[in-house]
Nanobody, 120 residues
C-alpha cells in the first residue's frame, strides 16, 4: 500500500514562512508527478503547485513568486516552501502524488492534510 503524510503546518503571522512536507511510503519504485492543493472552509479545493518527475514546476497565480515546490527522491518526499504568507493562504494543504509501484503499476493518493493558518 502507498501512504502520504503531510506535516509542517501551523499558525504564522502575515509575512511569515512555513515549509510543508509530504512523505510517501509503501511499495514504491519511483515517484512521478507530485502536487500540492489547498482547501479553505466553504471553498473549492484549489491546485497550488506541481513538480514533475523531471523537476519541472508550475504554480497557481495566487502563489507564484512566494511558494516553491521541491522534491527529495531519496526520501520519497515533496516540499512546499511558503514565504510572504497572506491571510488568504489560510487553508488545509494536501499533497496528491502519482507513484510507480514495484511490479510496474501506478497509484495516485491524497495525503491527510495539514492546517495552515495565517493571522495576526
Amino acid at each position: 500500500q502507498v501512504q502520504l503524510v503531510e506535516s509542517g503546518g501551523g499558525l504564522v503571522q502575515p509575512g511569515g514562512s512555513l515549509r510543508l512536507s509530504c512523505g510517501a511510503s509503501g511499495s514504491i519504485f519511483r515517484l512521478n508527478v507530485m502536487t500540492w492543493h489547498r482547501q479553505a472552509p466553504g471553498n473549492e479545493r484549489e491546485w497550488v503547485a506541481t513538480i514533475t518527475s523531471s523537476g519541472v514546476t508550475n504554480y497557481a497565480d495566487s502563489v507564484k513568486g512566494r511558494f516553491t515546490i521541491s522534491r527529495d527522491n531519496a526520501k520519497n518526499t515533496v516540499y512546499l516552501q511558503m514565504n510572504s504568507l497572506k491571510p488568504e493562504d489560510t487553508a488545509v494543504y494536501y499533497c496528491y502524488c502519482n507513484v510507480v509501484l514495484r511490479g510496474g503499476s501506478t497509484s495516485s493518493r491524497w495525503g491527510q492534510g495539514t492546517q495552515v493558518t495565517v493571522s495576526s
